[in-house]
């Protein structure tokens, strides 16, 4: 009896080890990514930061900030960008899964605000003083972009993109301010309607 019992203990433990191992290997194919969260900046950018979460095997989610601010005596210069991406990659299920993060080629829709502020010296006022030149743009548009990301095992990661959008007039507001009087103007707004996206970027998956 006693022998018995010891048979059926080693085929229950052996059953249960299959069991687990078939489940481990389960999940292991329809794992989450072992490096999910990437940090990167456009080299091609003034100063930009991006962050990417990889959320399926074939789609990841980007949110990317970038800014620039010049002064001197006769040119002031700042804008801000703020987008939000949605990336799917058309790699194939065998190669996705021996990364840690998604990678190969991906197309992505985004969704961009921005805000631009451009001051120059356009000539004198009254009594000689400096005359400045002011335009003020808050806008919000959309895009896609198309690319294709390297990632090595490490971690190290480099991206190759280019995308083109619009900003439509409806969710623009213009002001075209001059120091000493104030002009309401839509001359040359028509270059502020196309967004473009270049980028070649580096940075490291964790």
Do not use: C
């Not at 949605?86 to 840690?100: E, I, Q, W």
């Amino acid at each position: 009896m006693q022998h018995f019992y010891s048979r059926w203990m080693t085929t229950a433990i052996l059953l249960v080890s299959i069991t687990a191992w078939k489940s481990v290997y389960a999940q292991d194919t329809t794992r989450i990514w072992t490096r999910p969260n990437v940090l990167k900046t456009n080299l091609l950018a003034p100063i930009s930061l991006f962050y990417e979460r990889a959320l399926t095997r074939r789609f990841a989610l980007r949110t990317s900030v970038r800014w620039w601010s010049f002064g001197s005596v006769t040119k002031d210069s700042k804008f801000a960008n703020a987008t939000i991406e949605g990336k799917f990659y058309t790699a194939k299920t065998g190669l996705l899964l021996t990364r840690g993060h998604p990678t190969g080629f991906f197309v992505g829709l985004y969704l961009k605000a921005r805000t631009l502020r451009y001051v120059n010296e356009v000539g004198t006022g009254p009594g000689n003083p400096m005359a400045l030149d002011e335009i003020k743009v808050q806008s919000i548009g959309f895009g896609v972009t198309i690319g294709y990301v390297w990632v090595a095992r490490r971690g190290f990661v480099v991206e190759l993109a280019h995308g083109m959008g619009s900003m439509p007039a409806a969710l623009t507001s213009y002001e075209h301010t001059m120091r000493y009087s104030t002009v309401t103007s839509d001359s040359g707004r028509d270059y502020l309607m196309l967004d473009f996206r270049t980028g070649v970027s580096l940075g490291y998956a964790f």
